[in-house]
Every structure is written in C-alpha cells, then in structure tokens.
C-alpha cells in the first residue's frame, strides 16, 4: 500500500491503535526547556513516579535567558526562577542540561540539529510550538502541553489522533534577493494563518529541494504558523551531508544502517495527499508583514489590502490590527521608518542567516535611530560567528552580535521592544505584544531586516544588492 512520508513515520511509532480512540504514539526524542518544563516535573514528584527514559530528553535554556552578560546572575526574578528550577530538576531526575555556559547551550530548536540530535524518522516533541522545526529532517516533530510533557516523561508516549496529509509544492527557482523565509510568509499569506489547520505539511518541488538545510528548517518552522500540527521534507543528500560527522549523529556501521533507513523516507509516487497546494517561485518577492498574524503578510512593493476586501467576519478584527499597528488600508509600507531590528529566534539564528547579512552590510553603516541587535541561535554559532570575523563586520556596521538564547522573538527575558516602536523582525510571530507590550513587529527575512537596518525604514531589498 502506497504512502506518504507522515504515514510511514507515524505508523512505524504507534504502539496501539484502536479505531475510536487516538493512537499511543511512541516518542524517540524529548527535547525541554525552562518554560514548560517546570509543571511537568512537579506532577512526576506529585505522583511519585521515575522520568521512564530520561535518555531520551535533552534540556537547554533558552527563553527566559539573557543575552548579554551571560556570565551573571539573570536579573529579571522570574526567568532566574524558572532556569534554577531547569537546572534543579534536570539533576534530581538526570536529565542531560545544556544550560547557560555549556558549550552546546542555546534555542532548542538549533541546537538539536547542530548537535545530530534531529535525525530523518524519528518522532519528536517538545513544549514549544516551533519543534515543526526539526521535520525539516524527515521527522515528525511537533509541539505539545505541559500536561503532555507530563505524559511524555512518564511514558514515553503520547495520545495522538492521526493528521491528515496536505503536500504543499514549491517549483521553479527564486530571484535575486528572495530567501527561504520570503518562501514561507508567501505560502501562509495566500492560505492564511489557519489554512493548514489539522493536516501535517508535506513540503516539496524543486524550489524547497534546492534550499539548504538552514533554509528548509525555516520553513518547518513557521509551518505551525498556518495552523498545521507540523511540517517535514524528506530527507536527500543535502540532509545526510548536513548530520554526517555531527556530534550525536551516527557513527560508523551504524551510520551505513541509518542513512540505508533514511534513504527509504519519502512519499511513494502514487501516494494520496488529503489536499495538494502548487506554488510558483517566480511569483514570491521579499515579504512583509503588516497586522498581526503571520498571514497578514505581504510582497515589499504591495499595498496593504483594504478592510473592505476581507470576509465580513473578519473585517473588525482586521482594522484592529491595523490600528494596533498604526497603518492603513491601501498604504505602502515602502519607506516607513522602523526603530528596531531583530535577527535571531528559532527561525532565522543560524550561520547561513548571520553569514547572509554580513555580506550585505559589509562596508555599510546602519541608520542613526535604528537599534540593531543580532542574536545567535546556540553557543556554537555565536563562537563560529566570532572566529569567521563576523562580529567585527557587525560592530562596524553598528550591529550589535549578542550571545545565544530566544532574545526578542518573545517578551520572555531582558530583550523587549518598547511600547509603540516598529521592529524589523527575523522571528516567526507577530501577535500583539509578543515582542513586548504594545511592540509593533513586522516579519522578514535576516537580508530584508538587515536593509531596512541600513536604510532606517523599510526598504525593497532587491533595489539594493
């Protein structure tokens, strides 16, 4: 019988299925964090019950860490609270910890990855919605609740109802200027925030096989973005060249035995998808971001569309968020000053992401009123960033080069945008306040953040390189 690659992983991890009821779905990798973890581990002492395979979970501290001073005691009482409580209870039930000062710390999502951690076929959860981001591996990786983390550590399983399939394709080859996230904000802008609502993402066609790995795994990212549970790519030689040689990947014989394995995960060609989307990579230009959601999205040179063009339903909503972002309906955003830019977060923290705007902004000054700060996604990029000389060429530029943590993706730590100031952001959510109280967000690409940079208001990347 033939199969989707969502199928073949998920029905080689069921333990039980029982028509009516979910499925018992086996978890190969636990990754935690300070932030959903905490609960979780005071419901195992509750009940007086062991981690089941605490071989299996991997920690770090990422969200409530500073980015700055590292070496310090963390100011802001309750994210020195919650990454104690990490550390504290990583030791008590013997949980591997990367934490503040460990050369492997840094953003779950990267580090996982970086380290061969993330592996084509396995199952993967963690307390965090982006853990879509590891399906860029052929794996199925999503995000889950503290009471499932609970469920998790104590069995290493979890109760899953079965996702429908939709493949989403991208073909042809992107222009000048066009990254992986301009691929992504266009998908979710077409479909919405909720077009892949209760299906598991497929991505495919030649545009996505021609991204590297940094470049899929943003895309995996922001897959939970458009509603979907997660989203993978099947595993190539892009991918078995990226894990070969990586810390926790395999070695060996066992590495011949792996990569045989994996070499057999992908969708068969006569395979049925519940919904198949087609899009065209000519036709995605440098995105932007306007409201509130991810799918209030747009190409750099559009306008805003109208109140008037959305669904009755929505139109209220829609002119709230454009009022909590000080626009309008029908205005370009082309040459609207900006305050801040971000580049960071779990979807853009990476070395290709840091190696790209180095070129650019090499030799060029940012604006006078624009703060600018750029944050690795692990310990180990910031230290490759340094030894490439890549923090030399941010510091001239006026850029500050941060150390690794979540920063300003979220209003979680010390890294908050203020009240009514307009970010350039590189992360994946733009909600009302998510960068801080009343911070407007705007999401792009690291080569788009970093122009705006450069110019101080938002600016058509592709005019400039």
């Excluded at 509750?46 to 089941?52: E, T």
């Excluded at 550590?153 to 079965?162: D, N, S």
């Excluded at 990476?350 to 750029?374: C, N, P, W």
Aim: overall charge negative; some cysteine; proline content about 5%.
């Amino acid at each position: 019988m033939s199969k989707t690659l969502v199928e073949k992983i998920w029905d080689a991890h069921v333990v039980k299925s029982q028509e009516g009821f979910p499925d018992i779905l086996y978890i190969d990798t636990h990754l935690i964090h300070e932030v959903t973890s905490p609960q979780a581990f005071d419901g195992l002492k509750k009940r007086g019950i062991p981690l089941f395979r605490p071989e299996q979970t991997v920690a770090t501290a990422d969200h409530n860490v500073p980015t700055l001073d590292q070496h310090l005691p963390i100011k802001e009482e309750l994210s020195r609270y919650q990454v104690d409580m990490l550390t504290k209870n990583c030791e008590e039930f013997g949980v591997e910890l990367y934490g503040l000062g460990h050369p492997f710390q840094g953003i779950v999502h990267v580090i996982g990855p970086q380290l061969g951690i993330t592996l084509p076929g396995k199952t993967m959860v963690c307390g965090d919605s982006h853990t879509s981001t590891h399906g860029a591996f052929g794996a199925i990786a999503f995000g889950i609740g503290t009471s499932q983390v609970e469920q998790v550590f104590a069995t290493q399983c979890l109760l899953q109802e079965k996702p429908k399939t939709m493949k989403i394709e991208v073909n042809g080859e992107l222009a000048a200027g066009v990254r992986a996230k301009d691929i992504i904000l266009h998908i979710i802008s077409k479909i919405s925030a909720a077009g892949g609502t209760g299906y598991f993402v497929e991505y495919a066609g030649s545009a996505i096989r021609a991204l590297s790995m940094e470049g899929r795994m943003t895309i995996c990212n922001m897959s939970i973005e458009m509603g979907a549970r997660g989203g993978l790519i099947a595993p190539d030689q892009t991918t078995f060249d990226f894990i070969e040689g990586r810390e926790f990947a395999p070695k060996g014989e066992d590495w011949d035995k792996h990569l045989a394995y994996w070499k057999t995960l992908y969708s068969d060609e006569d395979a049925e998808f519940d919904k198949v989307l087609t899009f065209d990579a000519a036709d995605i230009k440098p995105m932007i971001t306007y409201g509130t959601n991810p799918g209030m999205g747009m190409a750099v040179d559009e306008k805003i569309p109208s109140v008037a063009s959305q669904p009755e339903s929505e139109q209220d909503s829609y002119k709230r968020a454009l009022e909590y972002m000080g626009l309008e309906d029908n205005q370009s955003v082309l040459n609207h000053p900006i305050d801040y830019v971000f580049i960071g977060s779990c979807t853009n923290s990476r070395m290709e992401d840091l190696r790209d705007v180095a070129r650019f902004v090499k030799g060029k000054k940012k604006a006078d009123d624009v703060h600018v700060f750029i944050v690795p996604g692990s310990k180990q990029v910031e230290i490759q960033a340094r030894k490439e000389g890549l923090d030399k060429v941010f510091e001239e530029a006026g850029f500050q080069l941060r150390q690794s943590g979540c920063s300003a993706c979220l209003g979680m730590n010390e890294d908050k945008i203020p009240a009514g100031k307009y970010c350039v952001s590189t992360s994946n959510r733009n909600f009302e306040g998510r960068q801080g109280p009343n911070a407007r967000t705007m999401l792009a690409s690291p080569l788009t953040a970093a122009a705006a940079a450069i110019a101080g208001e938002i600016v058509d990347v592709r005019e400039l390189i």
